[in-house]
C-alpha cells in the first residue's frame, strides 16, 4: 500500500461524453474505489465540499448513479487570486452485475467528503462452495 | 426577472471561468514550490483579507497539522485509505500518504489571526493580512 509516500496531485476528471446535463456548468468525475469482500460490494468516493443533504444515489436496473452538488454560494464575496484546481458537481455511473445487489440494504455514509456506499450483496448472489464428493 | 442574471446556476458557471482564468496568474510563481504540490490550494482575497481553500477528501482532522509565520504558511498531514480484509479490489483511483506543503504569500500575514475550518473534506483558512501590510489612505494636504 502506498502508505508513507508522498502524495500527488490528481487533476480532475472532467465529466464527459454522452451523459451531458442541461445546465452549462462542468461537472466532475468523483475518484472511486470499488472493492468486494463476500458480503458486500463497496464503493467509496471523494467528493468534498458535498454535503449530506446534497447527495443523492439512486440504483435502477443494476445501475448506480451518484450526484453530489457542492455548495458554491460561500464564494459568494470571494476574488480569486490564485487557483489551482477547478470546482463543480459530481456525477458518475456505474453499471452493476445484473441482480446482484440486495437493492433495500444499501447503506451510505458521508465522512469528510468520502462518500461509502455498501451494497450488500443478494442472496443468489453469493459464492457457494460446493462440497466435492 | 431577467433570466440568466440571477440563475445560480450562472453564478456557478462564472465562477468556474474566473477559476480557470486564473490557473494562468503568476501571482504566486515565484514564492512556493509551485503547481503540482498537494494539496491543491485556491486563493481569493476577501477585502483586505484571504482566504485560502483547500481540498482534503478523506483527511480527518487529528491528521492535520498547521502552521504559519510572517508570510508562510504550511500544511501537512496524512491521508490514509483502507480496504479492510479480504476484499477484493475492482477500481482503486483514491491514494494515500503524507503531504507537506509551505506556501509563501506575497504579503504579510496575522498569524494569530487566522481561523481554520475543516468541514466535508474542505479546508477553509482565513487569513488576515497584518496591520502593517495594510494600504493606507494619504492624505494630501
Do not use: C
Not at chain 1, 464527459?16 to 468523483?30: C, H, L, M, Y
Not at chain 2, 498531514?77 to 500518504?97: D, P, Q
Not at chain 2, 483558512?125 to 494619504?138: G, H, M, Q, V
Amino acid at each position: 500500500m502506498a502508505r508513507g509516500q508522498e502524495l500527488q496531485v490528481q487533476e480532475k476528471r472532467e465529466l464527459q461524453g454522452k451523459d451531458e446535463s442541461t445546465i452549462p456548468t462542468r461537472s466532475f468525475v468523483p475518484l472511486t474505489d470499488i472493492y468486494e469482500t463476500d458480503q458486500a460490494l463497496t464503493v467509496v468516493m471523494e467528493m468534498p465540499g458535498v454535503e449530506k443533504a446534497n447527495l443523492d444515489v439512486h440504483l435502477e436496473n443494476d445501475v448506480l448513479s451518484v450526484a453530489g452538488r457542492i455548495d458554491f454560494s460561500k464564494y459568494e464575496n470571494l476574488q480569486p487570486v490564485y487557483t489551482e484546481y477547478n470546482i463543480g458537481h459530481y456525477r458518475r455511473t456505474f453499471s452493476l452485475a445484473p441482480n446482484h445487489v440486495a437493492q433495500e440494504k444499501i447503506k451510505a455514509e458521508m465522512n469528510d467528503g468520502v462518500l461509502t456506499l455498501t451494497l450488500p450483496k443478494a442472496e443468489r448472489a453469493k459464492a457457494r462452495r460446493i462440497a466435492v464428493k | 426577472m431577467i433570466a440568466g442574471l440571477t440563475d445560480p446556476f450562472d453564478a456557478l458557471l462564472r465562477l468556474q471561468r474566473e477559476l480557470e482564468g486564473r490557473r494562468a496568474s503568476e501571482w504566486l510563481a515565484d514564492t512556493t514550490s509551485g503547481m503540482g504540490a498537494y494539496p491543491p490550494v485556491n486563493l481569493f482575497q476577501q477585502g483586505h483579507d484571504f482566504v485560502a481553500i483547500i481540498e482534503l477528501p478523506g483527511v480527518v482532522k487529528g491528521d492535520l497539522e498547521l502552521q504559519a509565520k510572517e508570510n508562510t504558511l504550511s500544511i501537512s498531514g496524512k491521508k490514509s485509505v483502507g480496504y479492510g480484509e479480504k476484499a477484493s479490489v475492482h477500481r482503486r483511483e483514491r491514494v494515500a500518504g503524507s503531504f507537506d506543503r509551505t506556501i509563501a504569500l506575497p504579503i504579510q500575514i496575522d498569524p494569530n489571526g487566522i481561523k481554520a475550518e475543516l468541514r466535508d473534506g474542505i479546508l477553509a483558512l482565513y487569513i488576515p493580512r497584518a496591520e502593517s501590510d495594510k494600504p493606507r489612505t494619504i492624505k494630501i494636504s
